[in-house]
Protein backbone atom coordinates (compact mmCIF):
# COMPACT_ATOMS: atom_id res chain seq x y z
CA UNK A 1 0.00 0.00 0.00
CA UNK A 2 2.84 2.40 0.30
CA UNK A 3 3.14 3.88 -3.06
CA UNK A 4 -0.78 3.54 -3.51
CA UNK A 5 -2.39 4.67 0.03
CA UNK A 6 -0.62 8.06 1.49
CA UNK A 7 -1.83 9.82 4.98
CA UNK A 8 -0.83 12.73 6.81
CA UNK A 9 -2.37 14.73 9.97
CA UNK A 10 -1.67 18.45 9.82
CA UNK A 11 -0.70 20.00 13.27
CA UNK A 12 -4.11 22.02 12.63
CA UNK A 13 -6.06 18.59 12.71
CA UNK A 14 -6.69 18.63 9.08
CA UNK A 15 -6.33 14.32 7.93
CA UNK A 16 -5.00 14.32 4.33
CA UNK A 17 -5.75 11.06 2.22
CA UNK A 18 -4.54 9.97 -0.88
CA UNK A 19 -5.17 7.20 -3.33
CA UNK A 20 -2.64 7.31 -6.14
CA UNK A 21 -4.39 6.12 -9.46
CA UNK A 22 -1.67 6.75 -11.99
CA UNK A 23 -3.64 4.97 -15.47
CA UNK A 24 -5.73 7.96 -14.60
CA UNK A 25 -5.77 11.31 -16.36
CA UNK A 26 -8.39 12.94 -13.91
CA UNK A 27 -8.47 13.54 -9.95
CA UNK A 28 -11.30 14.13 -7.69
CA UNK A 29 -10.81 15.66 -3.87
CA UNK A 30 -13.42 15.33 -1.28
CA UNK A 31 -13.47 17.85 1.61
CA UNK A 32 -15.43 16.85 4.89
CA UNK A 33 -15.73 19.64 7.22
CA UNK A 34 -17.61 18.05 10.55
CA UNK A 35 -20.64 20.30 10.16
CA UNK A 36 -23.69 18.43 9.93
CA UNK A 37 -26.69 18.12 10.76
CA UNK A 38 -26.41 16.24 14.44
CA UNK A 39 -24.73 19.71 15.36
CA UNK A 40 -27.03 21.68 13.85
CA UNK A 41 -27.63 24.57 15.96
CA UNK A 42 -30.81 23.21 18.26
CA UNK A 43 -32.62 26.29 17.62
CA UNK A 44 -31.61 26.12 13.37
CA UNK A 45 -32.64 23.09 11.82
CA UNK A 46 -30.73 23.08 8.38
CA UNK A 47 -28.00 25.99 9.04
CA UNK A 48 -25.45 23.49 7.84
CA UNK A 49 -27.16 23.19 4.34
CA UNK A 50 -27.62 26.88 4.02
CA UNK A 51 -24.08 27.78 5.14
CA UNK A 52 -23.02 25.04 2.71
CA UNK A 53 -24.53 27.41 -0.02
CA UNK A 54 -23.71 30.63 1.55
CA UNK A 55 -19.74 29.79 1.56
CA UNK A 56 -19.92 29.44 -1.89
CA UNK A 57 -21.17 32.93 -2.68
CA UNK A 58 -17.74 34.65 -3.09
CA UNK A 59 -14.36 33.94 -0.89
CA UNK A 60 -10.67 35.00 -0.46
CA UNK A 61 -10.62 37.34 -3.13
CA UNK A 62 -13.33 36.91 -5.44
CA UNK A 63 -16.83 37.44 -5.36
CA UNK A 64 -19.84 34.80 -5.97
CA UNK A 65 -20.06 35.38 -9.74
CA UNK A 66 -15.58 35.36 -9.75
CA UNK A 67 -14.88 32.58 -7.87
CA UNK A 68 -18.30 30.56 -10.00
CA UNK A 69 -16.47 31.76 -13.46
CA UNK A 70 -12.87 30.88 -11.82
CA UNK A 71 -14.32 27.32 -11.50
CA UNK A 72 -15.96 26.96 -14.64
CA UNK A 73 -12.81 28.00 -16.49
CA UNK A 74 -10.83 25.28 -14.58
CA UNK A 75 -13.22 22.46 -15.34
CA UNK A 76 -14.44 21.28 -11.80
CA UNK A 77 -17.20 19.09 -11.92
CA UNK A 78 -18.38 19.95 -8.48
CA UNK A 79 -20.82 18.83 -5.44
CA UNK A 80 -21.47 20.15 -2.03
CA UNK A 81 -24.21 18.61 0.47
CA UNK A 82 -24.55 18.43 4.12
CA UNK A 83 -24.84 14.96 5.88
CA UNK A 84 -25.54 13.43 9.31
CA UNK A 85 -21.97 14.18 10.49
CA UNK A 86 -20.58 16.35 7.64
CA UNK A 87 -20.56 19.37 5.15
CA UNK A 88 -19.09 17.59 1.77
CA UNK A 89 -17.67 19.67 -0.71
CA UNK A 90 -16.12 17.51 -4.09
CA UNK A 91 -14.67 18.30 -7.58
CA UNK A 92 -12.85 16.45 -9.89
CA UNK A 93 -11.45 17.22 -13.29
CA UNK A 94 -7.85 17.13 -15.02
CA UNK A 95 -5.77 16.27 -11.98
CA UNK A 96 -4.05 19.48 -12.37
CA UNK A 97 -7.28 21.39 -12.74
CA UNK A 98 -8.46 20.17 -9.33
CA UNK A 99 -4.43 21.01 -7.70
CA UNK A 100 -5.63 24.40 -9.37
CA UNK A 101 -8.46 24.34 -6.85
CA UNK A 102 -7.30 23.73 -3.80
CA UNK A 103 -6.32 27.94 -2.71
CA UNK A 104 -10.28 27.90 -4.02
CA UNK A 105 -11.28 25.27 -1.54
CA UNK A 106 -8.79 26.93 1.33
CA UNK A 107 -10.72 30.39 0.83
CA UNK A 108 -14.07 28.81 0.33
CA UNK A 109 -14.00 26.91 4.00
CA UNK A 110 -11.26 29.39 5.51
CA UNK A 111 -12.35 32.60 4.37
CA UNK A 112 -15.40 32.77 2.79
CA UNK A 113 -17.65 36.42 2.25
CA UNK A 114 -20.59 35.46 4.16
CA UNK A 115 -22.67 38.29 2.02
CA UNK A 116 -26.15 39.17 3.45
CA UNK A 117 -27.91 38.65 -0.24
CA UNK A 118 -26.34 35.54 -0.53
CA UNK A 119 -27.74 34.62 2.75
CA UNK A 120 -30.91 35.34 2.27
CA UNK A 121 -30.59 33.29 -1.37
CA UNK A 122 -29.61 30.48 0.93
CA UNK A 123 -32.61 30.26 3.07
CA UNK A 124 -34.73 30.88 0.55
CA UNK A 125 -33.68 27.80 -1.25
CA UNK A 126 -33.84 25.93 1.88
CA UNK A 127 -37.63 26.95 2.53
CA UNK A 128 -38.31 26.53 -1.52
CA UNK A 129 -36.99 22.89 -1.09
CA UNK A 130 -38.91 22.03 2.03
CA UNK A 131 -42.22 23.51 0.60
CA UNK A 132 -41.58 21.20 -2.32
CA UNK A 133 -41.57 17.83 0.25
CA UNK A 134 -45.47 17.52 -0.14
CA UNK A 135 -45.12 16.49 -3.69
CA UNK A 136 -42.81 13.90 -3.05
CA UNK A 137 -44.30 12.11 -0.80
CA UNK A 138 -41.78 9.31 -1.00
CA UNK A 139 -39.05 11.82 0.29
CA UNK A 140 -41.36 13.15 3.09
CA UNK A 141 -41.92 9.22 4.06
CA UNK A 142 -38.24 8.84 4.35
CA UNK A 143 -37.49 11.93 6.42
CA UNK A 144 -40.31 11.17 8.70
CA UNK A 145 -38.83 7.18 9.38
CA UNK A 146 -35.24 8.69 9.94
CA UNK A 147 -36.38 11.16 12.22
CA UNK A 148 -38.58 8.54 14.42
CA UNK A 149 -35.99 5.54 14.44
CA UNK A 150 -32.79 7.15 14.44
CA UNK A 151 -31.97 9.11 17.97
CA UNK A 152 -31.79 12.63 17.82
CA UNK A 153 -29.88 14.46 16.42
CA UNK A 154 -28.85 12.02 14.17
CA UNK A 155 -32.37 11.91 12.27
CA UNK A 156 -32.77 15.23 12.05
CA UNK A 157 -33.17 15.95 8.01
CA UNK A 158 -30.60 18.29 6.59
CA UNK A 159 -33.23 20.31 5.35
CA UNK A 160 -34.50 22.04 8.24
CA UNK A 161 -37.33 23.13 9.95
CA UNK A 162 -39.15 26.15 8.19
CA UNK A 163 -40.07 28.03 11.30
CA UNK A 164 -36.01 27.96 12.60
CA UNK A 165 -34.86 29.18 9.27
CA UNK A 166 -37.44 31.56 8.87
CA UNK A 167 -36.24 32.70 11.60
CA UNK A 168 -31.98 32.18 11.39
CA UNK A 169 -30.13 35.37 10.59
CA UNK A 170 -26.88 36.31 9.15
CA UNK A 171 -25.36 37.08 12.16
CA UNK A 172 -26.33 33.49 13.33
CA UNK A 173 -24.81 32.26 10.48
CA UNK A 174 -21.65 33.82 10.76
CA UNK A 175 -21.30 32.21 14.23
CA UNK A 176 -22.23 28.80 13.34
CA UNK A 177 -18.99 29.10 10.73
CA UNK A 178 -16.68 30.44 13.24
CA UNK A 179 -17.91 27.52 15.28
CA UNK A 180 -17.68 24.09 13.45
CA UNK A 181 -15.87 24.75 10.46
CA UNK A 182 -12.86 23.80 11.93
CA UNK A 183 -9.67 21.65 10.89
CA UNK A 184 -9.99 19.31 14.01
CA UNK A 185 -12.41 16.43 12.80
CA UNK A 186 -11.94 17.64 8.45
CA UNK A 187 -11.25 15.42 6.03
CA UNK A 188 -9.57 16.16 2.61
CA UNK A 189 -9.16 13.49 0.26
CA UNK A 190 -7.71 13.19 -2.83
CA UNK A 191 -7.73 9.94 -5.95
CA UNK A 192 -5.81 10.03 -9.23
CA UNK A 193 -3.59 10.92 -10.78
CA UNK A 194 -1.36 13.15 -8.12
CA UNK A 195 2.03 13.06 -6.48
CA UNK A 196 1.61 12.94 -2.57
CA UNK A 197 4.68 15.16 -1.74
CA UNK A 198 2.96 17.76 -4.15
CA UNK A 199 -0.16 17.78 -2.54
CA UNK A 200 0.65 17.47 0.87
CA UNK A 201 3.43 21.14 0.16
CA UNK A 202 -0.01 22.40 -1.69
CA UNK A 203 -2.43 21.35 1.09
CA UNK A 204 -0.21 22.75 3.87
CA UNK A 205 0.57 25.88 2.24
CA UNK A 206 -3.37 26.56 1.51
CA UNK A 207 -5.11 24.77 4.41
CA UNK A 208 -1.93 25.38 7.54
CA UNK A 209 -3.40 28.54 8.92
CA UNK A 210 -6.69 27.09 9.32
CA UNK A 211 -7.57 26.65 12.92
CA UNK A 212 -9.98 26.47 15.70
CA UNK A 213 -11.17 22.99 17.66
CA UNK A 214 -13.56 20.14 16.72
CA UNK A 215 -17.27 21.36 17.86
CA UNK A 216 -18.32 19.12 21.15
CA UNK A 217 -20.23 16.01 19.64
CA UNK A 218 -24.12 16.19 20.61
CA UNK A 219 -26.12 13.60 23.06
CA UNK A 220 -28.68 11.41 21.96
CA UNK A 221 -32.21 11.40 22.97
CA UNK A 222 -33.45 7.66 22.16
CA UNK A 223 -35.91 7.24 19.33
CA UNK A 224 -39.65 7.28 19.53
CA UNK A 225 -39.96 4.56 17.47
CA UNK A 226 -43.53 2.94 17.04
CA UNK A 227 -45.60 3.95 14.49
CA UNK A 228 -46.37 7.26 12.56
CA UNK A 229 -49.17 8.03 10.05
CA UNK A 230 -49.53 11.23 8.05
CA UNK A 231 -52.71 11.80 6.56
CA UNK A 232 -52.06 12.89 2.69
CA UNK A 233 -55.13 12.17 0.28
CA UNK A 234 -53.99 10.69 -2.76
CA UNK A 235 -54.02 7.31 -4.64
CA UNK A 236 -50.92 5.77 -3.80
CA UNK A 237 -50.55 4.96 0.25
CA UNK A 238 -46.14 5.38 1.10
CA UNK A 239 -44.75 2.65 3.48
CA UNK A 240 -41.44 2.81 5.48
CA UNK A 241 -40.43 0.37 7.70
CA UNK A 242 -36.82 0.35 9.67
CA UNK A 243 -35.07 -1.75 12.22
CA UNK A 244 -31.65 -1.93 13.82
CA UNK A 245 -28.91 -3.80 12.52
CA UNK A 246 -24.94 -3.68 13.17
CA UNK A 247 -22.58 -0.91 12.81
CA UNK A 248 -20.40 -1.03 10.04
CA UNK A 249 -17.29 -1.32 12.29
CA UNK A 250 -18.86 -4.72 13.54
CA UNK A 251 -17.42 -8.33 12.40
CA UNK A 252 -21.15 -9.01 11.29
CA UNK A 253 -21.31 -6.32 8.83
CA UNK A 254 -20.83 -8.23 5.46
CA UNK A 255 -23.04 -11.20 6.83
CA UNK A 256 -26.31 -8.11 7.28
CA UNK A 257 -25.19 -6.27 3.98
CA UNK A 258 -25.00 -9.59 1.64
CA UNK A 259 -28.38 -10.31 3.52
CA UNK A 260 -30.24 -6.95 2.48
CA UNK A 261 -28.92 -8.54 -0.95
CA UNK A 262 -30.50 -11.37 -1.15
CA UNK A 263 -33.51 -9.38 0.79
CA UNK A 264 -33.31 -6.41 -2.21
CA UNK A 265 -30.82 -6.95 -4.79
CA UNK A 266 -32.38 -6.07 -7.77
CA UNK A 267 -34.97 -7.94 -9.45
CA UNK A 268 -33.16 -10.84 -8.11
CA UNK A 269 -34.36 -9.77 -4.57
CA UNK A 270 -37.02 -11.33 -2.32
CA UNK A 271 -39.08 -8.44 -1.82
CA UNK A 272 -39.19 -7.41 -5.31
CA UNK A 273 -40.08 -11.25 -6.75
CA UNK A 274 -42.31 -11.66 -3.75
CA UNK A 275 -44.33 -8.39 -3.57
CA UNK A 276 -43.81 -7.19 -7.11
CA UNK A 277 -43.84 -10.09 -9.79
CA UNK A 278 -45.70 -12.15 -7.74
CA UNK A 279 -48.44 -10.77 -6.27
CA UNK A 280 -48.37 -7.34 -7.93
CA UNK A 281 -48.83 -5.58 -5.04
CA UNK A 282 -46.81 -2.55 -5.93
CA UNK A 283 -45.06 -0.31 -8.29
CA UNK A 284 -41.60 0.41 -6.18
CA UNK A 285 -40.36 -1.90 -3.00
CA UNK A 286 -36.84 -2.30 -1.84
CA UNK A 287 -34.90 -2.22 1.29
CA UNK A 288 -31.38 -0.73 2.30
CA UNK A 289 -28.38 -0.59 4.93
CA UNK A 290 -28.24 3.03 6.01
CA UNK A 291 -24.75 3.49 7.43
CA UNK A 292 -23.71 5.84 9.74
CA UNK A 293 -21.06 5.92 12.15
CA UNK A 294 -23.33 5.65 16.00
CA UNK A 295 -25.92 3.75 14.43
CA UNK A 296 -26.74 0.92 11.77
CA UNK A 297 -30.20 0.44 10.22
CA UNK A 298 -32.04 -1.40 7.51
CA UNK A 299 -34.53 0.79 6.03
CA UNK A 300 -37.91 -0.57 3.71
CA UNK A 301 -39.67 1.10 1.32
CA UNK A 302 -42.73 0.68 -0.99
CA UNK A 303 -45.79 2.38 -3.16
CA UNK A 304 -48.71 0.96 -3.72
CA UNK A 305 -52.30 2.05 -4.36
CA UNK A 306 -54.04 2.35 -1.36
CA UNK A 307 -56.19 -0.54 -2.05
CA UNK A 308 -53.30 -2.94 -1.63
CA UNK A 309 -51.28 -1.04 0.79
CA UNK A 310 -52.03 -3.07 4.02
CA UNK A 311 -51.80 -6.45 1.90
CA UNK A 312 -48.51 -4.84 0.75
CA UNK A 313 -47.45 -4.12 4.74
CA UNK A 314 -48.41 -7.37 5.62
CA UNK A 315 -46.34 -8.98 3.08
CA UNK A 316 -43.17 -6.93 3.71
CA UNK A 317 -43.15 -7.54 7.43
CA UNK A 318 -43.42 -11.68 6.16
CA UNK A 319 -40.88 -11.39 3.97
CA UNK A 320 -38.82 -9.48 6.65
CA UNK A 321 -38.94 -12.27 9.39
CA UNK A 322 -39.23 -15.13 6.60
CA UNK A 323 -35.61 -14.05 6.26
CA UNK A 324 -34.41 -15.85 10.13
CA UNK A 325 -35.03 -19.03 8.30
CA UNK A 326 -31.88 -18.41 5.98
CA UNK A 327 -30.68 -18.08 2.95
CA UNK A 328 -29.20 -20.43 0.20
CA UNK A 329 -25.75 -20.86 -1.58
CA UNK A 330 -27.53 -19.52 -5.17
CA UNK A 331 -28.66 -16.34 -3.44
CA UNK A 332 -25.58 -15.33 -1.61
CA UNK A 333 -23.44 -16.30 -4.42
CA UNK A 334 -25.74 -13.89 -6.07
CA UNK A 335 -25.51 -11.35 -3.36
CA UNK A 336 -22.36 -11.35 -3.84
CA UNK A 337 -21.59 -10.89 -7.30
CA UNK A 338 -23.49 -7.76 -7.14
CA UNK A 339 -22.29 -6.43 -3.88
CA UNK A 340 -18.47 -6.77 -5.49
CA UNK A 341 -19.32 -5.67 -8.84
CA UNK A 342 -20.52 -2.23 -7.29
CA UNK A 343 -17.13 -2.35 -5.53
CA UNK A 344 -14.95 -2.58 -8.23
CA UNK A 345 -17.34 -0.26 -10.83
CA UNK A 346 -16.60 2.38 -7.83
CA UNK A 347 -13.18 1.39 -7.91
CA UNK A 348 -12.55 2.91 -11.38
CA UNK A 349 -13.66 6.25 -10.59
CA UNK A 350 -11.62 8.77 -9.10
CA UNK A 351 -14.62 10.51 -6.96
CA UNK A 352 -15.94 7.40 -6.08
CA UNK A 353 -12.11 6.82 -4.37
CA UNK A 354 -11.55 10.04 -3.17
CA UNK A 355 -15.27 9.73 -1.37
CA UNK A 356 -14.37 6.10 -0.11
CA UNK A 357 -11.55 6.62 1.18
CA UNK A 358 -12.44 9.98 3.25
CA UNK A 359 -15.77 7.53 4.44
CA UNK A 360 -13.23 4.82 5.54
CA UNK A 361 -11.44 7.35 7.72
CA UNK A 362 -14.08 8.87 9.07
CA UNK A 363 -15.75 5.21 10.43
CA UNK A 364 -12.71 3.28 10.82
CA UNK A 365 -9.97 5.46 11.16
CA UNK A 366 -7.86 3.87 8.33
CA UNK A 367 -8.05 3.54 4.41
CA UNK A 368 -9.06 -0.32 2.79
CA UNK A 369 -7.99 -1.74 -0.13
CA UNK A 370 -10.63 -2.81 -2.72
CA UNK A 371 -8.82 -6.10 -2.13
CA UNK A 372 -9.49 -5.86 1.05
CA UNK A 373 -13.00 -5.20 1.07
CA UNK A 374 -13.89 -7.77 -1.83
CA UNK A 375 -11.91 -10.84 0.46
CA UNK A 376 -14.61 -9.40 3.20
CA UNK A 377 -17.09 -10.01 0.97
CA UNK A 378 -15.86 -13.64 0.02
CA UNK A 379 -15.10 -14.74 3.11
CA UNK A 380 -18.53 -14.67 4.17
CA UNK A 381 -20.25 -18.22 4.04
CA UNK A 382 -23.86 -19.24 4.21
CA UNK A 383 -23.61 -20.82 7.45
CA UNK A 384 -22.46 -17.40 8.66
CA UNK A 385 -25.04 -15.17 7.36
CA UNK A 386 -27.74 -17.60 8.49
CA UNK A 387 -26.43 -17.81 11.92
CA UNK A 388 -26.63 -13.87 11.81
CA UNK A 389 -30.28 -13.64 10.57
CA UNK A 390 -31.41 -16.91 13.31
CA UNK A 391 -29.82 -14.71 16.04
CA UNK A 392 -30.90 -10.93 14.51
CA UNK A 393 -34.48 -11.45 13.90
CA UNK A 394 -35.83 -8.47 11.98
CA UNK A 395 -37.81 -5.65 14.47
CA UNK A 396 -39.01 -3.60 16.76
CA UNK A 397 -39.82 -2.26 13.79
CA UNK A 398 -40.50 1.25 13.06
CA UNK A 399 -43.33 1.73 10.61
CA UNK A 400 -44.41 5.33 8.55
CA UNK A 401 -47.26 5.52 6.76
CA UNK A 402 -48.29 8.32 4.44
CA UNK A 403 -51.54 8.22 2.84
CA UNK A 404 -54.91 8.89 2.80
CA UNK A 405 -55.47 6.12 6.18
CA UNK A 406 -53.77 4.60 8.69
CA UNK A 407 -52.77 0.84 8.31
CA UNK A 408 -52.29 -2.14 10.97
CA UNK A 409 -48.40 -2.82 11.50
CA UNK A 410 -49.28 -7.23 12.05
CA UNK A 411 -47.65 -8.70 15.07
Same mark, same amino acid.
Given at each position: ?8 V ?34 ? #?????V ?12 ? $? ?20 Y ?14 A???N ?23 Q ?18 E ?5 P ?22 D ?26 ? !? ?8 S ?6 ? /? ?5 T?? !?D?? $? ?19 Y ?10 ? #??? @? ?9 ? @? ?51 L ?10 ? /? ?26 E ?17 L ?22
Open positions: MADRFYQHFPNGLVLLAERMPAMRSAAMTLLVPAGTSNDPADA #GGAGSLSDLVLRGAGKLD $SRALTNHLDRLGLQRSSSTGINTRFACAALADKVMGLPYADIVCRPHLPADGFEAAVDLSLAIEGIDDDPRHKLMIKLRRHFPYFGRSSMGDKAQLEAWTLEGAKRHAHRYHPRGAILSVAGNVHFDHLKRDV !EKHFGAWDGEPTPPAM /VPAPGGFH !EQQ $SEQTHIGIAWASVLETHPDYAARLAVEVLSG #GMS @GRLFTEVREKR @GLVYSVSAGYSSLRDVGAILGYAGTSNDRAQATLDTMVAEFHRMTDGVTAAEQRAKTGLKAAT /VMQGESTSARAGAIAHDYFIRGRIRTLEITGAIDAVTVDHVNAYKANPPGPFTVVTVGPKPLVVPA
